[in-house]
């Protein structure tokens, strides 16, 4: 089975950095993801890592460490618009049906 | 861009009925999933499937099956629907194998209320 760990819930600023940590433990592990669920919307991908390191992808980034178990998303320049929940989701093999397990999900509060 | 619908945003169902969602996708994706999604419990998988024809359960199947007769449609069914069945319910799709890496797309979720 699987364990995904993330925070219920964050606050920040408008114009800041803030950093929405996950943790994990699978049996095996072949890529994390991460999504952006704005209130009442589907899911929306936004990164994925499957070797150590960080990833950057514009305002987002997203850093792997696999001896750790542990991933962060790293959101930059805050905008009111980032208001949402942030899903981190692990895929433990690579096969038929290519499944995810999601954790429960981190509500990113942005204020002015 | 990959379109996945799902037939209803919002249903109203009573206790007992027989409960029919329905998912398409339009990218020929090979795997299609079916999740539940609970304050504070996150996505859970209900069903999957990544064939015509074929389905695996998921994490929480039970009182639930699914239904994939045409590889753009994977149909969620709620046998006699209780109480408990009350939640978001959200369609995913995904292509399969390669070097890529294969995201989820959802559809915009049915929110199911069981009275």
């Known amino acids: 089975g699987q364990n995904i760990d993330q925070p219920t819930e964050m606050t920040a600023t408008e114009g800041a950095i803030v950093q929405i940590n996950c943790t994990y433990q699978t049996s095996g592990f072949n890529g994390l993801f991460w999504y952006q669920q704005h209130a009442g919307e589907a899911p929306t991908f936004l990164s994925y890592n499957v070797l150590d390191g960080l990833e950057e992808k514009g305002r987002f980034s997203s850093f792997l460490s696999r001896s750790k178990g542990y991933s962060y998303l790293l959101l930059k320049e805050l905008q009111m618009k980032d208001s949402a929940s942030y899903l981190c989701?692990?895929?433990?093999?690579w096969g038929a049906g290519n499944m995810l397990t999601f954790g429960g999900g981190t509500r990113l509060m942005v204020k002015p | 861009d990959v379109k996945v619908t799902q037939s209803s945003r919002y249903l109203v169902k009573r206790t007992g009925e027989k409960v029919f969602l329905e998912c398409v996708q339009d990218m020929d994706h090979e795997n299609m999933f079916w999740y539940r999604q609970d304050p504070g419990l996150g996505l859970r998988l209900i069903y999957f499937?990544?064939?015509?024809?074929?389905?695996e359960k998921g994490d929480i199947p039970e009182g639930y099956s699914v239904s994939r007769e045409k590889k753009e449609r994977f149909s969620l069914i709620l046998e006699s629907a209780s109480t408990n069945q009350t939640s978001m319910y959200l369609c995913?799709?995904?292509?399969?194998?390669?070097?890529?890496?294969?995201?989820?797309?959802f559809g915009p979720g049915t929110r199911l209320t069981v009275l």
């Open positions: 995913a799709s995904s292509s399969q194998g390669g070097l890529a890496y294969n995201e989820q797309f």
């Open positions: 499937s990544y064939d015509v024809k074929m389905k």
């Open positions: 989701a692990v895929r433990e093999s």
